[in-house]
């Protein structure tokens, strides 16, 4: 089986660290390709940025010359997952929604800790459309960057592990969802340091993707997620960005 | 005050009728400016579609070079309002959001009636995200697509009608917002066939940007919509498309 | 084009101060008419009052003698907006709604403040009815009663600023909406002083019923909103109060 | 215990099979006083009628002279309620809420049949306030007007009994709420003639309003119906109707 | 007429108290009998407790041989009474659920202050499910256990009255209903110390019980709560526990 | 890696055969075990039952005496699932979540086919508690008992293609969960006649389970599913049933 992992932004350390974390967890026998988009933003934190990844996401997959049996999407309340449902016929998973998913196997409520406030929102509004949030405790926001996650790790874990404990002494959270691909390797940690349970997105996506491929089930395309039909389409693909 | 209409598709003629319609109810002294983005499909009837006008859409925008003081995003169920906030300083007004706002202050529900089937979901979650699904008694497809309105008006019409009709006696709608773009400068006569306030999301846009531009005001740049953080961007702007 | 402007409570002043604030904000040939109410409390603080002020605010437009396009009812979180719709032809726009209405364009979510806490319920409980609620972060009192709004503005002044930075710190609001008609003319000096768009529901009320005019759209009269039907009724209208 | 039962219309017989229900299932010791409006609607169907009744009834009560332990507002959907609990200190009841409320303690979902198609959204919006909506299944019309109800009660019979029957198969209702005021004495037969439960709003109004008095529970006066404060009103009491 | 009041716990105390509180409000002519579950916990502060404690309320009113009008179920939070609905056929109440309703009809928005926090969301998701969650300002635990309730009775109250002030000023409470059966009798002076009225599950649901006899009215069986269909079911009734 | 697979009726071919749908999905050195109730009825189609499984599931894992490493409670739409987290420290998987969750990553909505009409509510209201109703397009009854689908499983394909069918059409189903533990093996033959993914919720859990151990994740202690406080428990474990 061969799972494709789709960074959203197009900073490759972080590609690699995600496919790590992908490949930590994966069965035996399931191949990890990470992916770096061609063009957008060198780290997601807003709609603009989102809204070029959902493209540059699709693009990269649609260039990838190879067979493969699912996509999972490591951007953490972004945009697009619904336009690749509709261009492959392979399952769809979007770390969002896988973490939120899997937390909720495992308690009451969770909570999300994400990097900058300006991207709860898009965050809350992603699960909410994926009618995940109604057991989200909270959204919060460590207030580091994507990109100083990677660059002052020991900053980054203080900060999301005392959001953590505000998620759960305030929010009533019972889990705790890492809430950017980036922070990919810090579940342990977090778990240890909270007393939790630590969901990362990358890894729950890597379980569920496998699941679906082995349960022989992929994507309906019997509506919302139909293969586009066939029209004009100037500028793609492969027209622009690469 | 100039107000940028821009079309979700890349149809000239669509981009035309909709800032005719405009125009017809623009105020003396607004000019309405329509712009076709220089990308993306020629009609827009899913989500990968979607996606892709989001950016479309944007690029366009950032391209006109003049002074404007507001954007009219016309496609309806369409992404990418929230990125053309956060880039502007002026305010966006979505047609989907217009028409559902304005719908409101007529009547206790209203219905949507628009193209295709496969589009009803996405329009249902642009409405639930806005938060102006509440009081939306249904999204009924007419089952024509958005190029076929402008080849077969008659039978669109009656597709339309058809619809609106079993929207109010079944749905118990009170007002019928017509669903696309490309459906402006149809509501008179659906009004007339249905007794009931037709609203189409192209004039009631007007409107409202006229009214916010009067009132002073535009987007909050305080959270959701700041303007991006300074970061280094692939392909964006004017690396692709045109 | 003739504007009803109905204050919901008696003092006079209050209706100038109204009527003046919509002036300010209306099209050029758009006439707006002041009307104080001839019975009812001489400030509306709760549900006795705001149940009595329905009933005042339409005996007062049905004593107006001349013809109009449009009624505004200039009271935040009263009763009787659906009443006046039955009674009337044109639209009726209520600045409760108007205004949250007008805030949902401007960010991803509001906060009203108001007069005194007793009326918050009340306040809320209407958006929630309007399908308008989603979206709001809060609403707060400022505790000064509608009286002392006139009285002491300075101290008005503070109260609200105070409130609306709590409304953008703790609760997230991106937009303040002011939740009484007599904070009419605040607004400049609030946005100035929290630096976020400020909606007044007086001047957002006027563009929004401008705008229905122009549309040619009035209130459907299908269902909820038909024309009482004839019946005996015992004190109404000018049997009371005038 | 002196219980008042206010009847919504200015018709006369209407509040004496009212209050002759109301007596039926009171307890012994327990005195139903029927009250009449001095003004208002001879049958209340829609939102000007309900307005012009929220302030009727307060009046009525108001009015009355001697001392009471509860109120029973005796409309179905009908307006004014809060207003009562701020004028009184003793327990007000709304036989919308009553049956609705008994209705969750004897099935899964209930139902409401009611009078004309327009008073469906009033009654409605009253349950989705009173947050008793949830379990609502339907509320569907029978198409008589509350004055029919007296005139044809066979032909009153036979819609309610359809309308009911196709709540409980339709839309899977395992209650019946009789949805008017005016239908007091028909729960036996529909009962008889459904097989589930039928609740009329009059009669379990009297088992609520006992209970709270005998619980020595009355309305909380701590916030949203604190006692109306002090000022200046004019056109009330007494001023009107009467 | 004759109601059971069943405990869920097997502590003989607590049944003694709660029959006696029932006993204090139920009217002359009305026999109230304590039961006490032949198994289970001694208190019920969770999951499993709670599935115990439903299993074994229905097992000791199926023991029970004589004829009986009414059934209360005296457990806060606790699972069970849809099992008991299909087994009987008089009605069935449980004091979460009478103490909410009751609660509705006294104030806006009421909390509930119960026993140990790990309970707290059993009682939220019981009032959820059961469609009075929305007027539910929060659920507070004390922080007591059930049974020190009994033990330290001075140090329950004030650990009560305090969330309950809580409930008030921080969370809009205008109503108090007391979350555990054992709280019986505490609701006097906890109003007295709040100010605000104060609902006792147990007292409320007698009046609830005696109001729905006296209507004649009792469980649906069409659907939800039929009957449980005739088969093979090993190990019940009298096979364990007794 | 161990996992026990609970039928929550003690009809043995049914454990039989779900635990051999089981195996079918299972990975590589994952062993399942059915395990069978030593009490409760020999289908549960509920609340009596449902209740009684809830008890019987908790005994029944409780006496098994060797290591594992996740439990599956087979019953769909059943009680019991919080009572086994508390009781245990390794992941509790309810197929009824199991499916909900999987299908969301299908479709836009899911339906489910189940047995009788009565359990219906009960579906419902699990998927309501588990936060996973929001994008349920349906839960539809086939009318076929648990036991008849193993009697006439040729009947009760049909029948759960016809509401199958019904739910795409009708209400929009893009996926559709087999809603019964005993309708195993029959999602090949379903999703072949009707087009769309068809989630069985044994073979779902099987992947979920697996998935959670092989991420090191269990069920949070901290709350709600924290370990029962010691206390005397009259009657458990191992005192009835077996």
């Known amino acids: 089986m061969r799972i494709l992992v789709v960074n959203v932004n197009t900073t490759e350390s972080i ?13 035996p026998g399931t191949e990890i390709v990470g992916l770096t988009p061609f063009f957008g933003a060198e780290s997601v934190e807003g709609n603009f940025e989102s809204y070029l990844a959902a493209i540059a996401v699709m693009d990269r997959v649609m260039a990838y010359d190879q067979p493969f049996d699912a996509v999972i999407q490591a951007g953490y309340g972004e945009h ?23 937390a909720m196997f495992l ?4 909570s ?3 990097t900058l406030d300006r991207t709860v929102p898009l965050i809350e509004d992603r699960l909410k459309l994926a009618g995940l949030y109604q057991r989200c405790a909270s959204v919060r926001a460590s207030g580091m ?22 998620a759960i002494s305030e929010d009533k959270a019972e889990v705790i969802c890492l809430g950017c691909g980036g922070m ?3 579940d342990e940690q977090i778990r240890y340091r909270t007393g939790v349970p630590v969901v990362d997105g990358v890894t729950s996506a890597v379980t569920i993707a496998e699941g679906l491929v082995r349960l022989g089930l992929s994507t309906s395309k019997i509506r919302t ?15 622009f960005g690469h």
Do not use: C, F
């Open 184 to 186: 990919a390797g810090l």
């Open 80 to 102: 697009g997952r619904e336009g690749l449902q509709e261009l492959l016929n392979v399952p769809v998973v979007d770390i969002t929604e896988a973490a939120a998913s899997t």
């Open 145 to 166: 960057a994507v990109l100083e996650l990677e660059e002052d790790p020991l900053r980054a874990m203080e900060a999301i592990v005392r959001q953590a404990e505000l």
């Open 225 to 239: 997620y139909a293969t586009p039909r066939p029209k004009k389409v100037i500028g793609w693909p492969g027209k």
């Open 107 to 110: 308690g009451h409520a969770y």
């Open 112 to 114: 999300v800790v994400t």
């Open 15 to 27: 590609t690699e660290a995600i496919a790590k974390q992908a490949r930590a967890v994966a069965s």
